[in-house]
């Protein structure tokens, strides 16, 4: 039995790809649903598209489209992320992001912004062909 677990983690680690700068890029438009409670507005969701437009390294630039009621909002957006990629962080002119890449394809992420009107907002984001 041991024998047969230890063999069942060897296939499943030589089956993990490896990910590293040169052969993972965020370039690219990363869409999905976000959901979003704010103390103004309160309780929505909506479409949001992500757009890398550069990545050099482990950092990278580009700008979030978020879909609502009253009109598509878009920001600009920075960020960078640890050589393992367990630890991504970014921000724009009024908050932070937190970035957590699934795989090559998924990225969730969650958004905060503090003050008289503080929000929050996650999502998973599906990148696009």
């Known amino acids: 039995m041991k024998a047969l677990l230890s063999a069942a983690a060897l296939v499943l680690l030589a089956a993990t790809p490896a990910l590293s700068a040169e052969s993972l890029s965020l370039v690219g438009t990363w869409t999905g649903e976000r959901d979003r409670i704010a103390k103004v507005e309160g309780r ?12 050099q390294g482990r950092t990278f630039k ?6 609502n009621a ?31 890449f699934v795989n090559a394809q998924t990225l969730d992420y ?18 696009q062909p």
Do not use: H
């Open 110 to 127: 969650c958004y905060s912004e503090t003050g008289p009107s503080p929000r929050t907002v996650c999502a998973r984001l599906i990148k």
């Open 44 to 55: 929505r969701g909506g479409l949001a598209t992500l757009v890398i437009t550069e990545q």
């Open 70 to 100: 009253t009109g598509d909002e878009e920001e600009n957006l920075w960020g960078a992320f640890s050589p393992d990629y367990k630890l991504m962080m970014g921000s724009d002119e009024e908050g932070t992001y937190m970035f957590m």
């Open 62 to 67: 580009g700008r979030l489209k978020r879909a």
